[in-house]
């Protein structure tokens, strides 16, 4: 028994020592970058009369690396992530094809995530792979539907929503990324591409202004969601 709690002190001991070594090593630092993204959450045939473009945003944030063992880390952060889409709906007449509607959506997260990463140290640099599960709560939100005059394409009518109790988007996205990078010195540089699994259409919301309310829907009921990919540098201070 006394063998037991011995060899279980000792493993205590040594669990604690890795782990004051490991919190030493832990490095704390900002990241900032590109941001493109858009709302094709299934493919796009699948939004009725709407074609969706890439929209070029941005993301910031502060973030900690804790190293494991065998070349994985944690980098556990917390950023500020603006993302958004363009989608135009047209009417087709012959071989003509007007745009009749164009819905501008851009959302400001602030969004936790948890990567995991794997790499190996080459001395001057590490390339490594990532997975990176993230769960974000929107904090701003600005919607603009124009719609057009079919005859001269002169805007009939446009309505601006900056307000989540107009809007009828959720509050809480939740998704994946995947990527790799390279670090060097103190700095890493990396690309990931996320997808988000929720939907940009909470049917639940109600919703005040038809024309916003019918566009949103349409653009967003099946399944959209905003993905992309991204491109980040980190600094590490400390």
Do not use: C
């Not at 040594?14 to 590109?34: K, L, N």
């Not at 299934?42 to 910031?60: Q, T």
């Not at 996320?194 to 019918?214: I, R």
């Not at 566009?215 to 400390?238: C, D, M, P, R, W």
């Amino acid at each position: 028994m006394k063998r037991i709690l011995l060899t279980a002190i000792l493993a205590l001991a040594s669990a604690a020592a890795v782990s004051a070594q490991h919190i030493g090593e832990t490095r704390f630092g900002v990241f900032g970058g590109f941001t493109s993204t858009n709302a094709q959450g299934n493919p796009i045939s699948d939004v009725k009369g709407f074609d969706a473009s890439k929209v070029a945003l941005y993301h910031v944030g502060v973030t900690a690396q804790l190293p494991l063992a065998l070349g994985i880390s944690l980098q556990p952060s917390l950023s500020w992530q603006m993302k958004g889409a363009t989608l135009d709906s047209y009417t087709t007449t012959g071989d003509l094809k007007e745009v009749t509607s164009t819905l501008n959506a851009k959302v400001g997260y602030l969004e936790l995530a948890a990567q995991v990463q794997y790499g190996l140290d080459l001395l001057l640099f590490k390339p490594y792979l990532l997975a990176e599960p993230f769960v974000g709560y929107a904090m701003s939100v600005n919607e603009t539907v124009s719609q057009f005059n079919k005859v001269s394409n002169a805007k009939e009518v446009q309505q601006q929503v900056k307000a989540f109790a107009n809007s009828a988007l959720p509050r809480v996205e939740y998704g994946l990324g995947i990527g790799a990078g390279i670090e060097f010195w103190q700095m890493q540089l990396a690309f990931k591409y996320f997808w988000n699994f929720g939907n940009l259409y909470d049917g639940k919301n109600y919703v005040t202004g038809e024309q916003v309310s019918e566009q949103v829907k349409g653009a967003f009921e099946n399944g959209k969601s905003f993905n992309g990919f991204n491109i980040s540098l980190t600094l590490f201070l400390f």
